[in-house]
């Protein structure tokens, strides 16, 4: 494998404000409000993750309040009429917990925020022990990556190994996130290889290539 892709424990975090199913809606709330968060963990035993609970589950109690009884029942869905009326995290939170490992990189943590439609993912361990959390500004971080440590790592793990001496080397510059690969190659066919291998490089945006065929060599070889 080339790289060391970048994984959920490098960028989580490890502070987690979290409730127990007992909490009242007034305490989740306020412990939203104090930490500036939108979802928090529910935790049960020593600090298994059981469920979450978030903005979106407060909301149906805020929503019948103000409307018509009759016409807020028509319209949601059964599972929003009963949070309508919880009290306690037991019953507002969303169980089970979509979860992640500590050690998923970032790129299957995003595939399982996309897939159940959330904005971020309690971490555990094997037990289901909470560990810390990771939202969608976390999978961020990888684009602030420095260029030149980007670069370098291109230059290490992809370049050196495909096209060790005395193969002419490739040049590796970024800027921006922009990938470039300057240079020639023996095997063009490697270039889709290298474009693949080149994005899967975390905080790379976008590959470019300024390549020459090595027609001396392939004369050579002819």
Same mark, same amino acid.
Do not use: C, N
């Given at each position: ?57 407060? &909301? ?10 009759? @016409? ?104 921006? @996130?922009?990938?470039? &690969? ?41």
């Amino acid at each position: 494998m080339f790289g060391t892709p970048h994984i959920v424990s490098d960028v989580m975090t490890q502070t987690v404000t979290a409730v127990g199913r007992r909490a009242a809606f007034k305490e989740i709330v306020q412990l939203m409000q104090d930490w500036q968060v939108s979802a928090l963990p529910v935790l049960e035993g020593e600090g298994r993750v059981v469920g979450v609970v978030s903005e979106a589950d407060l &909301l149906p109690t805020e929503e019948l309040r103000d409307a018509p009884q009759e @016409g807020y029942v028509h319209r949601r869905a059964p599972a929003d009429l009963a949070k309508a009326g919880a009290l306690t995290a037991q019953d507002l939170m969303s169980s089970p917990a979509v979860t992640v490992r500590a050690d998923a990189t970032l790129a299957e943590a995003a595939r399982i925020m996309a897939r159940a439609g959330v904005k971020r993912l309690p971490v555990v361990d094997e037990l289901g022990l909470l560990q810390g959390i990771v939202s969608r500004a976390d999978l961020l971080k990888v684009f602030l990556r420095d260029d030149e440590d980007i670069a370098e790592e291109i230059r290490r793990e992809i370049v050196a190994r495909l096209f060790p001496p005395p193969v002419p080397a490739l040049r590796a510059e970024v800027h921006d @996130g922009v990938a470039t &690969l300057v240079g020639r190659v023996h095997d063009t066919s490697l270039v889709p290889v290298v474009a693949r291998l080149v994005r899967g490089v975390e905080g790379v945006v976008d590959v470019q290539f300024d390549l020459a065929r090595d027609v001396g060599a392939r004369a050579a070889e002819g």
